[in-house]
């Protein structure tokens, strides 16, 4: 039985008693009531039509819940996702258009590949690529343009589509002067019934009852012939089954915002996993979540919808209902399908400025400009990356997926930067033989003789050369030093550069009359000295097991009884 849940995750479902499915199926239904004008908000924000959301919610949350190994994550559309598959598409397709819709589908069929074939081959180590403060500069910017984005449905003002998001929302602004004011009242309605909702009544579906007062009260004032944008008819019944369109051209095109978005919708579906996690103390693998998040996404492109993911906002939802599996996430869907077989006409009358305010809401808590201070004060290679991710993002829309590239690429620069030229301190003699950083403890030089070195890092091709400028310049610096010493207690791998490197090392300095000579190195170091023969030329009697050792060692041969 083990062996079939590791394959099939679903099979753990059926280990419930009637407890487990009453819990999920309350859960089920409270996440519905935010679902439903969830999705229909999110499908806005991707450019597709509304009720493409409520399929994003069925279907794919179903196979999301099945093959995924956290029984409480949510998926469906996403704000994030949706607005970079917006951006993606942009390009290559007039916005609403049938051609965007379907470049829309593919893009779900790629993001989805990517997604599986990463965790086929259990590559959910690529994550780690992702910084924390990279994804934090992109979420903030993202945050701000998913919030800008939705000014012209709010205002009720036409917006043109160009290559700079910041520009046409300023034309936007400049404009205020055509607002539509009943979609505004719409939209602040909207914001002000939420704001109530979520600080004096939190346990109420705020969102559903906005929705349902709003589309109520559009109907009534008859907002629609008035010339306010409504979400129209949503079809009625089951998404048709078909195969996403094959284009190469446009599959190229593609591809680098698949991978970008596969990337960030897992890292979503990642934190809210691991928060689970910690709350329920069940175990999740990420390379299976890897999977279960690609065939949703899989399953969304074959079933006419948008690029999914696991959300954050909704799954917290779930666990606080106390769902217990992914029971709870099928029920859910259950009741987006009874809305798609029996209440889409209730639809017809949602104001889209009130979608637009639901979408504003939605993504402001996750602006957080002080990450960026905490960054920069833990470290600044970090805080220069978050801040490049975060302007890169911002002047790229709505291109965003080239900001987050932009990050990552940044990041990897910085941290290879870091390798290139890792500490290399200058040593002192504390309390008799302890070796210790000569400039912070105000410690004179060991001896004339003699000059001490701590390395940190692994001496690799990359900083080998780093390394021996260190030693060349201590040799200029101390006229009349024979013997060196490299405390490597830091060093955790050297390559053949590096053994390369200490042999002509070795050598020119035995040609100088100077020794070389190391102290505490690690095992496996050791080993890949005596392996290539380094230990031999370096000469065993000038590797020292400790600080200690070395020191009393080189003093006894410089004639010297104490430091």
């Given at each position: ?10 099979l ?8 487990t ?6 859960a ?14 999110y ?6 039509p509304?009720?493409?959301?409520l ?32 951006a ?14 379907a ?8 993001s989805?590949i ?8 259990r590559?959910?180590v ?29 205002l ?6 160009s290559?700079?998001?910041?520009l046409?929302?300023?034309q936007?602004?400049?404009s205020i ?6 979609s505004?009242g ?10 109530g ?9 705020g969102v559903?009852?906005?929705?349902s007062?709003l589309?109520?009260?559009s109907?009534l004032s008859?907002y ?23 284009d ?6 593609l591809?680098p ?23 329920t103390?069940?175990p999740?693998?990420?390379?299976k ?13 074959f ?34 399908l009874?809305?798609l ?7 017809y ?5 009130v979608?637009?305010?639901i979408?504003?809401?939605a993504?402001?808590?996750l602006?957080n400009?002080?990450?960026?201070t905490?960054?920069?004060r ?5 805080g ?11 002047v790229f829309?709505?291109?965003?997926q ?11 620069a910085?941290?290879?930067?870091r ?15 302890m ?7 105000n410690?004179?030089?060991?001896h ?6 701590r390395f ?17 310049k201590?040799?200029r610096?101390r ?23 200490i042999?002509?090392?070795?050598e020119r300095f035995k040609?100088?009359g ?6 505490g ?10 392996r290539?023969g ?25 004639g010297?009884?104490?430091?």
């Open positions: 039985m083990d062996t079939a849940i590791r394959f099939f995750p679903f753990r479902m059926f280990r419930f008693d009637s407890e499915i009453k819990a999920d199926l309350i089920g239904l409270t996440v519905s009531l935010v679902a439903i004008p969830q999705a229909l908000a499908a806005q924000l991707a450019g597709v509304a009720y493409y959301g399929y994003a919610a069925l279907i794919p949350t179903i196979v999301g819940a099945l093959f995924g190994s956290s029984g409480q994550l949510s998926t469906g559309p996403v704000a994030m996702t949706s607005l970079l598959t917006a993606s598409v942009a390009p290559l397709a007039a916005h609403g258009s049938e051609q965007f819709v470049y829309v589908i593919l893009l779900a069929l790629l989805g990517f997604q599986v074939v990463f965790g086929a081959l590559m959910g690529l994550l780690n690529f992702l910084s924390h403060p990279v994804l934090m500069g992109f979420i903030n910017a993202a945050a701000i343009i998913i919030g800008l984005s939705q000014l012209p449905t709010l009720g003002i036409p917006a043109q589509q290559e700079h998001f910041l046409d929302i300023w936007v602004i400049s002067d055509m607002v539509h004011e009943l505004l719409f939209g602040l309605s909207a914001i002000i019934l939420l704001v909702f979520k600080k004096y009544a939190p346990k109420l579906p559903l009852i906005t929705v007062l589309t109520w009260a109907y008859g629609a012939k008035m010339g306010g944008k409504v979400v129209g008819n949503v079809p009625q019944g089951l998404p048709t089954f078909s195969m996403p369109l094959s190469w051209h446009a599959t190229v095109a591809l915002a698949a991978f970008v978005i596969a990337l960030i919708s897992f890292m979503e579906a990642m934190s809210s996993s691991k928060v689970i996690a910690l709350k103390r069940q999740w693998d990420e390379n979540e890897l999977i279960g998040q690609g065939l949703a996404k899989i399953a969304a492109a079933s006419h919808s948008m690029p999914v993911s696991g959300s954050f906002s909704r799954s917290a939802l779930n666990l606080a209902s106390n769902a217990k599996t992914g029971l709870s996430s099928i029920f859910a869907a259950l009741f987006v009874l809305t077989l029996f209440f889409t006409s209730l639809l009358h949602l104001p889209k400025p979608l637009a305010a979408i504003m809401m993504v402001i808590g602006i400009f002080r990450v960026f905490k960054a920069w833990t470290n600044r290679d970090d220069i990356a978050s801040i490049v991710t975060f302007i890169a993002t911002l829309a709505p291109s965003i080239n900001g987050i590239l932009t990050g990552i690429i940044l990041s990897l910085l941290l290879l930067y390798m290139m030229r890792p500490t290399i301190t200058s040593l002192g003699i504390q309390q008799g033989s070796l210790r950083d000569a400039d912070r403890n410690l004179p030089q060991i004339p003789k003699l000059g001490a070195i940190d890092g692994a001496l690799r091709f990359v900083n080998v050369s780093y390394f021996e400028e260190a030693l060349l201590l040799e610096d006229p009349g030093i024979s013997h060196i010493l490299v405390k490597c207690s830091g060093v955790n791998d050297l390559d053949s550069s590096g053994v390369e490197m042999f002509n090392l070795v040609n100088m100077i020794t070389l000579t190391f102290s190195p690690k095992k496996q170091v050791l080993s890949v000295m005596n290539s380094l230990s031999k030329k370096i000469g065993e009697e000038n590797i020292f097991a400790t600080d200690r050792e070395a020191i009393d060692r080189l003093y006894s041969q410089l010297l009884t104490e430091a």
